[in-house]
């Protein structure tokens, strides 16, 4: 196997997913805010309300979209794999599951709507037409998965990127037409909205047909054991992703019930700082997820255990270097971003910036979990850890403890997961923890104890007033420099820096 070939496509495709990801968060922000112009605050909390009915159930799709990648992927590593065969299983499913969710969605949100959705009166009509063209928006997506998991599965994720920032600018360019339109501007949002998915859909079809027509030619795959098997991943898949959504959900609803809305808005705010920063780390883990999936079919070990244990230390190495660069300077950033910093919101961040870098000790070890396809008590342990926090958090709050304490609580809970992740992998899946941590981790610990020297050196100095600038610049700097030549490998750097010279050169 050409092993130097996957490696630049890992770094191709992770660099793919980090220009992607600035340009949708700007168009993202201009585009929420011209449409807050134009709807106003009341029409625009009313699509949000609607969608939201249905974006209770976008777990379930997203659950669906990995186990769909899973399994296209395990197909494509064994050497006398039948990619049609899978394909055509995975799209019966979900047309089947966006048949069975529009008769669901018909009649109970439906009944919702009319019996409990507080709209303004006059405005139940418009309610009703954005539910239908949500719904409608919501089975196209479900049934394009299979479609777009192809791409992700042969690491197409320059045209995934150059799919997504075009639908944004797409977004972004029918907004504007709202201004010259005189009807109403609430439901024609809303199809504007739906013809971009509908447009994606198309791209994604033509793309498959194009590149693997093989693949993707249809036919009706009967008594399929990997029915059963596809559907199994996915419920404990869907386990996990309920369990997070609960914790999250669950930990606002106790703030609020022991500290009020306020401090619902600190939390919200240092969440953002978090999302912001583990968006990079997640980045890595999409790149990386065919390869080592492949591996792992193939029987190629030696490479799958090689790529788990490279992309766990660069992803704690990266959120290691984000975090600490925001650290040092946290007060001042929040200042700079909200002007006026809400009491208890500089302990949320830094807690938060602290759970990034504890969590980021997942990748890796979860793709090859995926990739081994036996995760029913990995996902079940897990599930019952994120469920804990919310007594536990119950009961810390009840004694009197501060609300920061919830962000402490799922830094150990993350802390006693990843212990009983390795044991269980090494028990399940025969994975080589002790090999793991001797490999992965010498120079993550080597570039914390850097940095945490820096921090306090920069403590010491304090710098202030104009000279915060250049000290954030000169943190900055030192934290990149420490990633990259204490963080990665001499062949790692010498990857990324022949790739940077053969991009210039063909320039």
Known sequence: MDYSAGNRRLVKNTIFNYIQLPVSIIIGLITSRIVLQILGVSDYGLFSIVGGVLGMFTFFASSLSAATTRFINFEMGKPDGDLNKVFNTCLTLHVLFAIGFIIIAEVGGIWYIDNYLNVEPGKEADAMFIYQVTLAVFCIGLVNIPYQSLLTAFEKFGLIAIINITNMLLKLGLVYLLFIFRGNLLRTYALLMASVTLVSFIVYHVLAYRYWPDVVRHRFIRRNPMYKDILVFNNYNLLHTVAMMARDTGSNLLINFFFGTAVNGVYSISKTIQTSVNSLIVNIDSASGPQITQSYSSGDMNRCNALVENISRISIVIATAASFILFTELPAILELWLKDVPEGTLIFSQ?????????????????????????????????????????????????????????????????????????????????????????????????????????????????????????????????????????????????????????????
């Open 351 to 507: 807690l938060m910036l602290l759970l990034v870098v504890v969590s980021s000790t997942s990748c890796g070890l979860t793709l090859m979990i995926n990739a081994s396809g036996k995760i029913k008590w990995f996902r079940i342990v897990t599930s019952l850890l994120f469920i804990l926090c919310l007594p536990v958090g119950y009961l810390l709050f009840k004694i009197g403890f501060p609300a920061y304490w919830i962000v402490l609580l799922f830094i150990l809970v993350d802390v006693v997961w990843r212990i009983f992740q390795l044991v269980m992998m090494k028990t399940i899946i025969n994975f080589d923890v002790k090999n793991y941590l001797k490999s992965a981790y010498p120079r993550v610990l080597m570039t914390m104890a850097i940095l945490a020297g820096y921090l306090v050196l920069y403590r010491l100095v304090g710098p202030a007033g104009i000279w915060k600038i250049p000290a954030f610049l000169t943190t900055a700097l030192f934290s990149g420099s420490v990633a990259i030549f204490v963080g990665l490998k001499k062949t790692e750097r010498e990857k990324i820096a022949d790739m940077v010279r053969e991009k210039i050169s063909k320039r």
